[in-house]
């Protein structure tokens, strides 16, 4: 056991986990990644390409090497970084990417043909024989590509979203991110204080110094005391503020329930929209490591992280420890194991002017050049003045100094500054709105943090004209780091740069011979940085390698792009919320719960549901329920919710003018109590919509439109009357949900409705065709009706306050009983209109025009509509193809929609395409399937036979073309 | 330098010493015959084939940065000749047959793998459209399948068929899409281009044309004046800015696209699936992540990034149609500058200035077209004639009102 | 990305629709002369300028607004926003 | 009066009674007795003196005034007018009256109201609206009304006071608003059971 004395773990308890299989004991305050080394595992996964065993590397999420699948089942949740996953009681982790177990992984092989691996190597072979790529090479690698698996079962948690506004976001409850937000909240803004950890306190946690000469945590635990008594500030732990959006939107996830056992019924995780006013960037920064030959064994790790394990976790990797540094951090670790009683058995500083702060050996002017031991380190080769040693050790802790965790500030392209002073990249040009305070602004000893996050919060409230005062801040450490930058120590050894995707310093070496120098070309060619860390602990190093190959500066050199998110999210919170059935509204008809009664089949319809069909006892087949409501409909009284087409109420002097540029075809001159079929189309000539308009009154109009353009047709008529026409009287609002409509239609429609008006005359004389009126119904209930036809039928539309639908529908339906009064669905519908030869959906594509449709000469040239001027291009006006009406030659021969159609005889490709077949059915009235469809030259073709293609399905179908209205082509129906 | 697996194996021997760069960086000549604005997928195709198939010479490709930095090193990496329009699906269909020798030829392996897309559809009216569609790529030659219900469900198991908003009706199946790896096609065309003598030049801006009695004469640059027989401007998103140099005003905006990819997972998705209910499509790299993406975020932008509202609206697309993938997280995350045309089609023309060449308007789909498109702007520029799958890519079909509109969204470029 | 509604403060933008450059608020009169010609520049071309631009975002989840908003295409940041109608009022008064 | 029986927004067959559910502090009721009518101003129409009308973001819900009219702001010249218990009459028509000149049409069923009320003070409600709409809260308070989006429904949020809100929604899609509400709510007060 190499768990050590004190540090902030919760000894009394003792929580119970498991690594690949294995039970092993730890503490709340844990990590996955502590209890483990606790519990002297140190092997605990393999690099990707090489499959070299890997130990843990870092403590925090920058982790490119401990890997692990957490969970099992439904929940197993791939390359978790297990140095962030906070342990609890039942935890199960497996290791990843390996055949066989992990101590002996099969694919190791891969390590022995390195060689054969370098960069950029499947770029150059794979080629021969062609077939080969596809059927050998690519599933071979593929095989061995990716890291953990997914369970394949769909994801069991709830996930939700949320907003929070703020006046001052801190991001970071580090020291700097501490006395900001205390700065803040003090002052009464509105703060909101967010934390990955578990725990606030950042790197203080890890630390040894006392702060106001008491440890760190007391002064910690009254700043959480005092921020927890504020009600202006919201404290967010294990909440990751992972993307800078524009205009002061954050993304965050809040990990609610992945530290428990069991999230019950509640969510697992959140994601945050937060917008903020100001913003303080308190992230901290990463260590950074320098590459020496192999570097990667286990047991080697970046030095902070040792001595985070050490003070926080009171655990270390091995017994007997040495350090490899470029500065004074490094001495810190040696400290601070000495003082908790781990041996320390050499600091190897690459300075001349080393010397030991403690009473451990230092190598000064000195390099560790290579390391031994297979599956976790035994002993390092130190390189110094006096020739080299080999020093045994478990673990080595490596230290080259610190990069500033500038990817948030960076996230709207603002690229970080390389600052020679501080031999690191720092914030440069920020998202408008933040600030950067502490280590992540180069700011990283204890006093400087805690300053720099007071002023940046008095800085950004001084912004929203808030004062605030600093606060009296304890003194802390204020040490220098002392460093002399080394970036890799040569040899022809592998030394490894990014540990997770196997990249070296001579691969680096590799593209720079090849040309691939930009650090675009760098990171594409050889994969740094494009594993599940981001390079957090590689980018840097790989440029200043990169740097000193080219002999270009650093700051020349530059940085690939920081891009969201900052840590790596599960799709499952930003999908968030109800992804299954709920995953987008569902509309409902004011008829649905009367359908639902009857048994009716529901379909969607865009946003709806609708009754697709009515099925009665005995049929077994949905066409004999579509037959039969069609038959009905025709030969009696069919009802049918037509609620779904949009209504758009139109008031005002200049309604009439308004709609006459709406619409191609003339609307003001419409008399009250009429209605018009009418035709939107785009200002570039093509057809947006068709529907009806009702004139209810001298300066009110009611507009229908189709069911799937009536967001967009209101959208524009608001642009109409706002952008274009802005001087016209005219006023709009939508009542679409507000009325039941239901179309009542056959030949006995009159009949039936005369059962429910209010001594209304529905005489032919009185209410011909096309007339509108408002009326009562069923005893004073306020009622619309529109005599309009979809079906060729006597047809009616009856509208009545939605609440009501589904009463006047049952009521209908119960009254027309002797009439064959049959409720009908959208299968109907659609028969119906075809067999009447009506374009809908399938016809108004966005691709046709009026012309097409046969309506070329509702398009006035007398007046300004939008659409008017376009419609007579030349490409329009010369595409002959126009909607036709196709016949089986043969009636027992399918139509099918999407069918090609080519003159018979006719080769069949796409440049003797004559057409196609918009929409299809199978019509009982005319006996066999009918179609619609766009032909050329359609109109001069009637009585031809021409050949529907439908090779998808291997169908060549001849049909006799005819006029698109199967049924009642005179209208007289319609008038009667 | 040829590459091939007995290269490799010697180099490996050898310790890596005898790699020769990829590509000279040759200082700019004075005077070009073929000078191609744009060191993108595009532009490095185009120049491959001047220089190649149309065996013309002094040929310079200037890039205003490194190579490869457009479009093609952003994508999410699809080929497929799916197209429903005339004007548009022998082209894809050309792209499509080049892209299966591409690697051969150039002698590079850019991973082209056709393990098919599938594109579903969710009612019978989409249902009808994709059969119109489907239909349509056999009559050009291609391949295309419709499947029913029953065959996707063996097919692709993981997709949500029974929880769902709007159920999976069938899909529409192309066996020859697929993917290839984006960067090495941009590196494979130039490495050959560079090998035919073209000259590849990076950090190069074009800053202005110079232009005389309507015709030009050359391009000025951030590393001085270059001469030119002909200019061909094949630069994306860019396009507006630099032939507003020329003086040109032109049907296209410029959007911004997102595109996402996973952490690394052991292989689960088969090709390439494209949800018909939502924004969302996806396809497995062969290195492990799933790349995907959704709609463009809607408003113009030259930024390269974009915003949590469409990254939210992506990711809930994926969420409904494969909730097995809720586990795994989105790594990484950006945006590219897509010059999406007023018709949602391309442009391969003439333009009013003589000697300039526009290459343009490629929306969010330019990668798929990247060996067609550099064919037939070789072509063009080579023979002053249009190849015969791109007559159709006018810059005068929207005064004629000859729109290539596969969508039927109208003047719109943000809803192409 | 925060729309500034001139009667309403900042909005989130989801809950508005873009449509694009503002340029579209100036319709051509359809019975003039060279309307073709004027509707094919109106319709299809456009400056597309990185950098400032003015462009017509609708507040389809709000109060159906048209607005005028003046935004920088390279940074995203926003200059300022207007009502579409009072633009196009002041327009007509121009003319 | 019409003999037909209406239902509510929420309703199943027969289901005339509103919905009602409790999560915690959380009351959620279907409100289907308002009576709702749009009001435009014509050209130039200088603004009616019977009802107050408030300005953008506003809404004067006291329905302390005169026969329990209220009214919200919902575009530039046009408001929603909301009068209480009068769902079942014609109440465009009283709205024509009370406010002549301009343009009326009737809202009543276009919208489901959804009123929230919380037992334990301001923090459930705005806990609650913090998980749905993206408001900020600091200037949402009582007489704030606005228009917003609710997981891709639109809805008008209306603060009555500190500790009640209503959601009006279209009423087609009443059944997902009921859904997106009472999951949340549900979902809060399982977090505060397991805090």
Known sequence: MTRLSGGLIDRSRTLSFTFNGRSYPGHPGDTLVSALLANDVRLVGRSFKYHRPRGVFSAGSEEPNALVTLGSGARAEPNTRATVAELFDGLEARSQNHAGPLGFDLLAVNDLLSPFLAAGFYYKTFMWPKAFWEKLYEPAIRRAAGLGSLSMQPDPDAYDKGFLHCDLLVIGAGPSGLSAALTAARAGAKVILADEDFRLGGRLLAESHTVDDAPATDWIAGVEAELASLPNLRLMRRTTVWGAFDHGIYGAVERVADHLPDPGAGVRQTLWRITARRVVLAAGATERHIPFANNDRPGILLAGAMRAYANRWAACPAQRVA????????????????????QVAAVVDTRPDATALGPYRTYPAAQVTNTWGRRGLTAIRVAHEGGSDWVTCDALGVSGGWNPNVHLASHQRGRPVWDAAAQAFLPGACPPGMIVAGAAAGQGSTHAALHSGAKAAQTALADLGIVANLPDLPRAEDTPLNLRPLWHVPGKRRAWVDFQNDVTVNDIALAHRENMRPVEHLKRWTTLGMATDQGKTANVTAIAVMADLTGQSIAATGTTI????????????????????QFRPRRLTPTHPWAQAQGAVFVEVGPWMRAQYFPRPGETHWRQSVDREVLATRAGVGLCDVTTLGKVDVQGADAGVFLDRLYCNPMASLKVGMVRYGLMLREDGHVFDDGTCARLGAEHYVVTTTTAQAGPVFRQMEFARQCLWPDLDVHLISTTDAWAQISVAGPQARALLGRVVDGFD??????PFMACANLTVCGGLRARLFRISFSGELAYELAVPARYGAALMARLVDLGADLGATP???????????????????ELNGQTTAQMLGLGRMVSAKKDAIGTVMSRREGLVSDTRILVGLLPVDAAGPVVAGSHLFAEGAVQQTDTDQGWVTSACYSPHVGSSIGLGFLADGAARMGEVIVAANPLQRQNVRLRVVSPHFIDPDGGRLRD | MRFSALRVIKEALTGHKGWQPLWRNPDPQPAYDFVIVGGGGHGLATAYYLSTTFRKARIAVLEKGWLGQGNIGRNTTIIRSNYLLPGNQPFYEFSMKLWEGLEQAFNFNAMVSQRGIVNLFHSDGQRDAYRRRGNAVLLSGADAELLDRDQLRAMIPFLNFDNTRFPIKGGLSQRRAGTARHDGVAWGYARGADLAGVDLIQNCEVTGFRIAQGRVLGVETSRGYIGAGKVGVAVAGMTSQVMAKAGLRLPIESHVLQAFVSEGLKPVIPGVITFGAGHFYISQSDKGGLVFGGDIDGYNSYAQ??????????????????????????????????????????????????????????????????????YAFAHLLATDTPHDTARAFRLDRFAKGHVIDEKGAGAQPNLH | ????????????????????????????????????????????????????????????????SWLVVTRNTVTHEILGAELARDVALAMRGAK | MTDLIPITALGTPGGTQPQRARFGALHLAEDDSMGLASFSLRRGQGAPQAVALPGPGGFLGGFAQGQGIGALWMAPDQWLILGTGQALGDFAAQVAVLLPGGCVTDQTDAWAGIEITSDAGPGPIEALMSKLVNIDLAGFGPGRATRTGLEHMSVFVLRRSESQIAVLGMRSAAASLWHALTTAAARLDHARGTA
């Not at chain 2, 494969?322 to 950006?334: K, S, T």
């Not at chain 2, 010059?339 to 391309?346: E, L, R, T």
């Not at chain 3, 010609?37 to 456009?46: G, I």
Request: with cysteine; aromatic share 8%.
């Open chain 3, 1 to 64: 990305m925060l729309i500034p509604h001139p009667l309403l403060g900042p909005r989130d933008a989801v809950e508005f629709t873009y449509l694009g450059d503002a340029s579209l608020l100036a319709r051509p009169d359809g019975l003039a002369e060279g309307a073709d010609a004027a509707f094919h520049d109106y319709v299809y071309l456009r400056d597309n300028p990185a950098g400032v631009h003015r462009e017509l975002w609708y507040h389809e989840q709000g109060d159906r």
């Open chain 2, 305 to 374: 990034r974009g915003n949590l509202a469409v990254i939210e609206d992506v990711a809930e697309g994926g969420m409904a149609l494969m909730p097995m993938i809720g586990r795994a997280r989105l790594l990484r995350i950006w945006g590219g500058i897509m010059d999406m045309s007023m018709d949602g089609s391309p442009i391969i023309d003439r333009t009013p200035v003589e000697g300039l060449y526009l290459n343009a308007g490629w929306c969010y789909g330019g990668f798929k077209a990247t060996p067609a498109s550099g």
């Open chain 1, 323 to 342: 350090i490899f540094t470029n500065n004074d951090d490094g001495h810190r670790t040696a400290l601070d194991l000495l003082g908790k009683g781990v």
């Open chain 1, 762 to 767: 529905l005489s032919n004389a009185a209410f």
């Open chain 1, 824 to 842: 009908y669905g959208t299968e109907a519908l659609g028969v119906l209109r075809i067999e009447k030869g009506h374009a809908a959906g399938n």
């Open chain 1, 562 to 581: 920081y891009r969201p998110p900052y840590t790596p999210v599960s799709l499952a919170v930003l999908g968030g919320g109800d992804t299954g059935a």
